[in-house]
């Protein structure tokens, strides 16, 4: 009888049980830490990390050159890292003709290397720098700026690459020390036993933010495996364990994320 009870636990229940205890875990972390601490922890930082990505993406350009009449004119600055760059790229005869003539936008679109328009920089790359060149030439388009040399435009690409780094990590340390700085005196607060009232009411809010992490984490897992599933995989046997379970099979089929998608479940029963 036992034996009957796990086997049947086993392959009809078992993701309601995960389900279930998932939910329960996650919701008591989420009671005991506080929605505070929550998003204030690894949450904030990781939209720190991000909108330091950005803000110095969008802050190297700025610093390090300068768009005149006559072309781009590269800061101090930048001169300080693709000086050496630029003197460490090649300079023979063929590769000085590639690599310091100027980057020319022809009337069709393409980029040339010389005023005359009459080399592509894809096939002067291809030319110039044998078996590679034509894999190269795709990457070298993409870093080369009308206006300016191909030696220049690789060297500041290598430049604002270094730059962006530097100025991320910069921003990630000093908005994390703001940010547990700002932790400390929210935590304090809540600690307080005058704000005993506002204490709940954060672990209610850190219960539902950690109810709705389970729910986006296991709705998301169950939204890539159904994205494979064609009716008789590996994917449509992990579909089969989710939706094995009363529980399980009204949650992972009532999948917000595959009603976006356009995917009903079972996907052998939809096709």
């Not at 030319?127 to 690789?154: C, D, H, W």
Request: charged share 15%; proline share 3%; with cysteine.
């Amino acid at each position: 009888m036992l034996q009957f009870l796990i086997f049947y636990v086993y392959n009809e229940c078992m993701m309601d049980f995960i389900i279930i205890g998932g939910l329960i875990l996650f919701a008591l972390f989420g009671l005991l830490k506080g929605g505070a601490k929550i998003l204030l922890g690894i949450f904030t930082l990781v939209l720190i990390m991000i909108a330091s990505a950005f803000i110095s993406s969008a802050l190297c350009p700025v610093l390090l050159q300068r768009k005149t009449a006559d072309g781009i004119e590269y800061t101090g600055m930048a001169h300080v890292i693709m000086d050496p760059i630029g003197n460490a790229l090649p300079s023979g005869d063929g590769f000085s003709s590639m690599l310091d003539a100027k980057i020319v936008l022809g009337p069709d679109e393409v980029l040339y290397v010389g005023e005359e328009c009459d080399v592509t920089l894809k096939d002067a790359i291809s030319k110039n720098i044998p078996v590679v060149g034509q894999y190269i030439a795709s990457f070298a388009e993409k870093m080369a700026s009308p206006g300016t040399s191909l030696r220049n435009s690789i060297s500041y690409t290598v430049a604002r690459f270094l730059y962006e780094i530097v100025i991320w990590v910069v921003l990630v340390i000093v908005l994390a020390i703001v940010r547990n700085i700002l932790r400390k005196k929210i935590f304090r607060w809540l600690d307080d036993k005058k704000h005993a009232t506002m204490s709940k009411v954060d672990r209610v809010i850190g219960l539902v933010i950690n109810v709705l992490i389970f729910l986006v984490i296991i709705w998301g897992i169950g939204a890539l495996v159904a994205r494979f599933d064609d009716g008789s995989n590996w994917a449509n046997s992990i579909d089969a364990f989710f939706l094995n379970g009363p529980i399980s099979k009204a949650f992972m089929s009532g999948n917000p994320f595959l009603k976006m998608m356009h995917i009903t479940l079972p996907v052998g029963e939809s096709m």
